[in-house]
């Protein structure tokens, strides 16, 4: 608990993690005119959209696309960027059985390299799942093959997710398809075999912005229009504990090089795990929830980045490898995003290895991971081995929540809990233990940073991008941004 002489100055609100979400929290409590301070545990902004520099390369961790319905989140990325924020070509593909298919799934496409017999008993298998009678799929296994069929799941499906989530499709909740997949192109394209005319697709787009020196850029400069303002942000300072009376949280400690200072806090709008929220309450939740807490897990990854001077080894954006011989989920070509983000005829590719901390991957040396990453792509014909000058591993915690079969219970605990405090808001892919995009994780950062302003729940952060509301976000983010921001007279800034 928070001693008054220990107590350093107050900070306002204190925003926790200086990613996307929480940058864009603080834009909006700034914008209201209240005082920020925004901590970050790492050296730089960004969160798992930072962008890494590594000899004149800069690279993404793992590929972030600036695409949304979102008007005005979209109006915010051209305010803060201008002409940086590039409109770049879509062009992918998947990697299966030792062949390329173009990306989203092209039904001549899928004849042609599967074979006619092995296209039309896709074909079978997806009519046949459309005729059955469909009961609540329960895992992300139910979902997907009661809507395309048992032999398209074994075909592109178990792999990669297995693959990425490094558990069976049956222990994955069905709640990560629906989110995720939607009108997925792999239905698309045996309808399209099929003659089937199809709705339009909402994960599928030709093209999308990227800024031009890779989306660090956009939170790298938000952050200096934050700090312009008069916002504080406290770069390799982490947040340890909250201090609370059941109802408030009163203060924050936070850690920084060796030292710890405490802070008064008018509020806290956190976008850290929701977990090691849970586990910094002071005093301790009650222990069902810790309980609760400590069943959340997260789905790591480890990005290993070659440079080679082939300047376009190939020339997708990036590639999805579901070949399961290959422990490499996808490969990114930085290229390909961005020139300004290579050294000129040459490019930098992104290996991304999806695993558990503690994992012999996790664990390997920047040396054997260059090593495995090369041979990986040499092998699937990617790559001229002999080329690879140089590269570099980075380890990224707690990249993805994981929607295993124990998340829906723990969150039905943490989130009552968390409510009872009328100062403290989470938001963000981590915040709400949620697989958000982007721009859906700073829809949330508004909506909740918006909660806090008004000192009521008004707004669901809970309910963004679900499959019910998502065409109709954008009227929504219209009014309350270009509205509700503007700063009100009884809303001055606080002492």
């Excluded at 079978?124 to 992300?140: C, D, I, K, Q, V």
């Excluded at 296994?141 to 398209?152: K, S, Y």
């Excluded at 952050?223 to 059941?246: F, K, M, N």
């Excluded at 422990?327 to 999806?354: I, P």
């Amino acid at each position: 608990m928070i001693q008054g002489e220990n107590r350093s100055p107050a900070v306002g609100t204190a925003v926790l993690g200086a990613g996307p979400a929480g940058l864009t929290g603080a834009y909006v409590l700034s914008r209201r005119g209240r005082p920020v301070t925004v901590f970050e545990a790492d050296g730089v902004v960004g969160g798992l959209a930072k962008t890494v520099e590594f000899g004149g390369y800069r690279f993404d961790l793992g590929g972030h696309r600036f695409f949304t319905k979102l008007d005005a989140i979209q109006r915010l990325w051209e305010d803060v960027l201008g002409d940086d924020l590039l409109v770049r070509p879509r062009l992918s593909r998947i990697y299966y059985d030792g062949k390329y298919f173009a990306y989203p799934l092209r039904a001549q496409d899928v004849v042609a390299r599967l074979g006619l017999r092995e296209a039309s008993l896709c074909a079978t298998s997806y009519l046949w799942a459309r005729l059955l009678p469909r009961p609540e799929p329960h895992s992300f296994e139910d979902w997907v093959t009661a809507r395309f069929g048992r032999r398209l799941y074994d075909a592109f499906f178990r792999s990669y997710t297995e693959k990425v989530w490094g558990i069976e499709g049956s222990e994955i909740r069905a709640e990560w398809a629906a989110q995720r997949i939607k009108n997925f192109s792999l239905g698309k394209a045996v309808a399209s075999m099929l003659g089937i005319g199809r709705a339009h697709v909402t994960t599928l787009i030709e093209e999308f912005h990227y800024p031009r020196l890779g989306p660090g850029q956009m939170w790298e400069t938000l952050a200096g229009r934050l700090e312009a303002s008069g916002v504080t942000i406290a770069l390799d300072t982490r947040c340890t504990a909250l201090a609370h009376d059941g109802y408030r949280v009163e203060g924050i400690t936070v850690g920084q090089n060796g030292t710890v200072e405490e802070h008064a806090v008018d509020g806290v709008l956190s976008s850290i795990p929701i977990n090691h929220l849970v586990f910094a309450l002071d005093p301790a939740a009650p222990a069902e929830v810790l309980a609760a807490a400590d069943r959340l897990r997260y789905r790591s990854l480890c990005l290993v980045a070659l440079v080679t001077d082939e300047e376009d080894p190939f020339p997708d954006n990036w590639i999805y490898l579901h070949d399961p011989g290959t422990r490499a989920g996808r490969v990114q070509n930085f290229g390909a995003w961005s020139a300004d983000m290579v050294v000129n005829g040459t490019t930098c590719l992104g290996v991304e290895y999806f695993c558990f901390e503690g994992d012999d991957i996790w664990e390997m040396d920047r040396e054997d991971a260059v090593a495995l990453a090369t041979a990986e792509l040499a092998r699937v014909g990617l790559i001229d081995p002999a080329r690879v000058r140089d590269g570099v591993k980075i380890r990224v915690p707690n990249a993805y929540p994981m929607y295993d079969s124990y998340y829906r219970e723990a969150l039905g605990i943490i989130r009552p809990y968390l409510s009872q405090f009328e100062n403290l808001a989470t938001c963000g892919r981590n915040g709400l233990h949620r697989y958000n995009n982007q721009d859906h994780s700073m829809w949330t950062a508004v909506l909740a940073a918006l909660n806090l302003l008004d000192g009521r729940a008004s707004h669901d952060v809970w309910a963004v991008n679900t499959e019910a509301d998502y065409l109709e976000e954008g009227t929504l983010a219209d009014d309350l941004l270009d509205l509700e921001l503007r700063p009100q007279p009884d809303l001055a800034p606080t002492s």
